[in-house]
């Protein structure tokens, strides 16, 4: 019934806010922002603190979505961490947002993630793991976040990240981004070498 409900609110714009509610956490007070969208056909949410409509410089972390990192503690990559770590510097702003995107193992879906870690456990890497499967490094695009960013007004972005591609990608899709902030937690020894491949073949900005 809910993706039914969403394909009905989403005939009169590609990308369309359905719903907003008061979200309160253990990292503070939010409103959260469920959105559909005829893109990519997912549902995705803002998490936000205060009024950031018409605001410049707002500080803007894109979150893709981990169930293993962000619900089980997997300690195989560092999402978990960063997104907790999200939440508390949003938390303590007075105002910024927190796109959750719907777009698991870097786009290829849930369960082809788990055979990208079974790929691992036999050597390669997270990179060699995708392409052996048939994927690219990276499927993930911002079309949808760039216009989830302007469904909520936000007129330019501090954007939290350590992945330029993510900047590029934005401003080419109409998203001022006024600086990046850096955004490294979540090193342990079990992912050491996963942090090295985003940092050695993936490009991210990771001392």
Sequence with gaps: MAKKGAAKNCKKKEVQ????????????????????NKIDKKEHIAIVKGEVAGKPAVP????????????????????RAQLEAALKKIGRLSRGAILYMRQEGRGIGLGNKI????LQ???LDTVEANLALGFPTDMRDYDVAAAMIKGLGIKSVLL????PDKMEKLKQ??????KRIPH????????KSYLEVKKL??????S
Excluded: Q
């Design 184 to 191: 490294v937690f979540g090193k342990t020894r079990f992912n």
């Design 160 to 163: 939290i990240t350590n992945n």
């Design 121 to 123: 456990d036999k050597g």
């Design 201 to 206: 073949k993936m490009n991210h900005i990771i």
């Design 60 to 79: 803007v972390r894109i979150h893709s979505e981990c169930l293993t990192g962000d619900v089980f503690h997997s300690l195989r990559c560092d999402c």
């Design 17 to 36: 806010i359905i719903a907003t509610a008061k979200l309160p956490t253990a990292y503070g007070n939010f409103t959260v922002v469920a959105f559909c």
């Design 173 to 178: 899709y109409g998203i001022k981004v006024e």
């Design 115 to 118: 055979r990208a870690y079974e």
